[in-house]
């Protein structure tokens, strides 16, 4: 291509994301407030009754790949984002006392990364008294023997990689509290502060309507990239356009598989050639004062879906639908999962890709498939995750339907996400056994016709005391992204 087109394709491209509102601001959220973080420890408090809550933040970095972010429960509880902080709530009779044990930054260190609240700004800005992290040891031992119980929020960082994260700072030093303590009860705090993080302020429902309105317009920049060539250039106008709105980082890695790699669920490399005539599963949402939107499209690489890409990719989108109608405001989210499954199974027998919509097999991984035949099916070879999690300070934060009787409540913010994958690939990683032989011999000639086939469609919710809003607003409709797309594909 001469250097000549490539301006000009690169000046309508930009022309075309002011057309289409790329660059247009944002609307502004405001901030979490002193006073809300104040509540948010009452209503621990209150819950505790009599205890001891300890907390530790994130540590220090170890390397210079990006700025300190804090542990998603400890900003929860202080909104305090220094590095090496533990947070410790003395509670009796429903009140809480709350210190902030504060490590000092080294002198020479601090010309480089900045230099740490004292104990005197951090009682004025957040109203809580501050103590150095020296004292912290003998603080707990000497409130070993009161009687109390003590509540530890362990300092993961992703409630999706607890079990793997048992070697942190906060653990380990736990672990010995309780060794120069051995009758002392301690017992795991999350469960009620993610009751707690289930419902969502109004000031945090701001933060995520803000984070999803800037993941939107990334989705729409993607889909304004010239013939795109390659999975980065998909990310590069995702994260760029995240950065110039306002966003501090994506919510997690972006996912920009093309071909074979959108049907694996989370690909982050984002290296891969994309070629026409793929699809491109785009999982990517940006982060705002650390909450996070999370937001999938899937697009044709050439800007036009072939017939086989338009029928998975309107099942799963008449699979979402159903799963929207069936959300709000004391209804069931497992009514809203059955829904979409209902659909995508209806749709999957339709196509061939299954035997039956009742139809069994051996899963190659350990399933009692007596006392949980659903998951058996062999549709869920096709659609192996779930549709729905909630979202705030993690990806996949508490939602109020995760707790009581499953049923949504305002104040709820979470995706809805279905998906449909096919690949031979996974029809290789069942077990030989005589019902999959049978399973693979009855598709295999549909598996090849819809192969590497990967679409997943993800929104972000808001439940209202009136029904439910979708928040995330990037084009999701099979003739909305090709008119999309048409305008900005050369030959």
């Given amino acids: 291509m001469s250097h000549t087109s490539t301006r000009r394709i690169i000046h309508a491209t930009l022309a075309a994301l002011v057309a289409w509102g790329v660059a247009s601001p944002v609307r502004s959220a405001g901030q979490i407030t002193p006073g809300e973080y104040t509540a948010r420890r009452d209503s621990l408090a209150a819950r505790v009754g009599d205890g001891i ?11 210079d790949r990006g700025p300190f972010f804090q542990l998603p429960a400890f900003h929860y509880l202080t909104g305090f984002d220094e590095p090496d902080a533990v947070f410790v709530m003395v509670v009796r009779g429903g009140r809480g006392q709350p210190t902030l044990f504060l490590s000092p930054v080294d002198p020479r260190r601090a010309f480089y990364y900045g230099r740490r609240p004292d104990t005197a700004t951090v009682q004025d800005s ?38 793997q994260d048992s070697l942190t700072r906060g653990q380990s030093f736990m672990r010995g509290f309780q060794e120069r303590h051995p009758g002392v009860d301690v017992e795991d705090a999350h469960p009620i502060v993610d009751e707690l ?23 729409r920049a993607a889909m304004l990239v010239p013939n795109p060539r390659h999975e980065y250039e998909l990310r590069a106008a995702l994260e760029g356009t995240f950065t110039r709105l306002g966003a501090e980082r994506p919510g997690y890695g972006s996912i920009v598989g093309s071909g074979a790699n959108g049907t694996q669920l989370h690909y982050m490399k984002d290296m ?25 499209r899937t697009i044709p ?53 299954i035997e039956s919509e009742d139809a069994m097999l051996d899963l190659p991984w350990a399933t009692d498939c007596t006392r949980a035949p659903a998951s058996c099916l062999q549709a869920n070879l096709w659609m192996i995750h779930g549709i729905s999690h909630g979202l705030g300070l ?4 508490p939602a109020s339907y ?90």
């Fill in 394 to 397: 993690e990806v996949h934060d």
């Fill in 402 to 491: 995760y707790f009581g009787d499953g049923t949504f409540h305002p104040g709820d913010v979470f995706t809805i996400e279905p998906g449909i994958y096919i690949a031979q690939a996974s029809l290789d990683a069942l077990p030989d056994t005589p019902r999959n032989r049978r399973f693979i011999a009855a598709v295999r000639a549909k598996v090849a016709k819809y192969e590497n086939t990967g679409v997943r469609i993800e929104d972000d919710y808001v439940v209202t005391p009136d029904g439910l809003r979708r928040i995330s607003s990037a084009p999701r409709e099979i003739a909305e992204i090709e008119a999309l797309m048409k305008k900005w594909t050369i030959s």
């Fill in 53 to 63: 809550v300890v907390a530790f933040g994130a540590p220090t970095p170890t390397t």
């Fill in 301 to 353: 690489v050439s800007g036009v879906y072939t017939p086989e890409q338009r029928a998975i990719y309107q099942l799963v989108r008449d699979a979402q639908a159903a799963a929207e109608g069936a959300s709000g405001p004391g209804l069931s989210q497992k009514a809203a999962q059955d829904s979409s499954v209902a659909v995508r199974i209806r749709g999957l027998a339709a196509l061939g890709l």
């Fill in 197 to 219: 993080r289930a419902r969502k302020s109004p000031a945090e429902i701001a933060l995520l309507e803000k984070a999803a309105a800037i993941s939107s317009e990334g989705h």
């Fill in 272 to 296: 891969a050639d994309a070629k026409p005539g793929d699809l491109v599963v785009m999982d990517a949402a940006a982060e705002v004062q650390g909450y996070s939107a999370d937001v999938t």
């Fill in 126 to 163: 957040l109203g809580v008294p501050g103590r150095g992290i020296s004292a912290l040891a003998s603080t707990l031992d000497s409130l070993a023997g009161s009687g109390l119980r003590f509540f530890t929020l362990a300092d993961f960082r992703d409630a999706d990689f607890a079990v």
